[in-house]
């Protein structure tokens, strides 16, 4: 399988900015070797928590919580996934993985499937 790596947490205070990179090796179709591919978090004492998915069909899929203030995107070029955090709320520090799996079962709900492939994830920390 494919290798993720995140990179990109960091500290910044409510209302600020921050950008995530998941870089992709081991496939030359990068992002469009997954038929999901996309982000997770998991805070203290919490499960692990889908954010946002991108589909091999060209759709996107965020959880309440974050719409209007994160966005996923992707650059096959450069084999990396982003995820473009604004308006940042302390209820947002969490580590944050990068999550894809090759099964078109993810479609059906992309928020809560089980994926087999995980990068080692970067903390985000939002002070208020």
């Known amino acids: 399988q494919a290798q993720l790596v995140e990179s990109g947490g960091g500290s910044v205070q409510a209302g600020g900015s921050l950008g995530l990179s998941c870089a992709i090796s081991g496939y030359t179709d990068g992002y469009l070797s997954y038929s999901c591919i996309g982000w997770f978090r998991q805070a203290p004492g919490k499960e692990r928590e889908g954010v946002a998915m991108t589909l091999n069909g060209g759709t996107t899929k965020y959880t309440d919580s974050v719409k209007g203030r994160f966005t996923v995107s992707a650059d096959n070029a450069k084999n990396t996934l982003y995820l473009q955090m604004t308006d940042l709320k302390p209820e947002d520090t969490a580590m944050y993985y990068c999550?894809?799996?090759?099964?078109?079962?993810?479609?059906?709900?992309?928020?809560?499937?089980?994926?087999?492939?995980w990068g080692q994830g970067t903390q985000v920390t939002v002070s208020s």
């Open positions: 999550a894809a799996a090759r099964s078109g079962d993810c479609r059906v709900d992309p928020l809560q499937y089980k994926y087999y492939n």
